[in-house]
């Protein structure tokens, strides 16, 4: 009914830029929150940064002033603007989304999704 689908991570040298991007598509009515999480091998999955519906954001401390989450809600996309990288940033980049959707006629609300995920590597 949605896919989530990421683009953009990955290897870059520590110090390095990089910019995800997430494309919801499908059955949408609305998508409400939208974010990204990681998770670095042998770790748990962890929220990196969330937007809501009206461009609020917040941040992981260990991404604040580095990275930078917007989206296009026209577009149903989301993105993360990465800087100044390194190699902890290392992990799997998932775009999450809260949508509502509908179903056979029937409204589902504030249903999450997860992307498939994308590989960002941060080394020399």
């Known amino acids: 009914q949605v896919q989530l689908v990421e683009s953009g991570g990955g290897l870059v040298q520590p110090g390095g830029s990089l910019r995800l991007s997430c494309t919801a598509s499908g059955s949408i009515l609305r998508i409400n929150d939208m974010g990204w999480y990681r998770q670095a091998p042998g770790k748990q999955r962890e929220l990196v940064a969330g937007i809501t519906s009206s461009g609020i954001t917040n941040y992981a401390d260990s991404v604040k002033g580095r990275f930078a989450i917007s989206r296009e809600n026209a577009k149903n996309m989301v993105f993360l603007q990465m800087n100044s990288l390194n190699p902890e940033d290392t992990a799997v980049y998932y775009c999450?989304?809260?949508?509502?959707?509908?179903?056979?006629?029937?409204?589902?609300?504030?249903?999450?999704?997860w992307g498939q995920g994308t590989q960002v590597t941060v080394s020399s």
């Open positions: 999450n989304a809260k949508i509502d959707t509908y179903y056979r006629g029937t409204r589902f609300s504030d249903t999450g999704y």
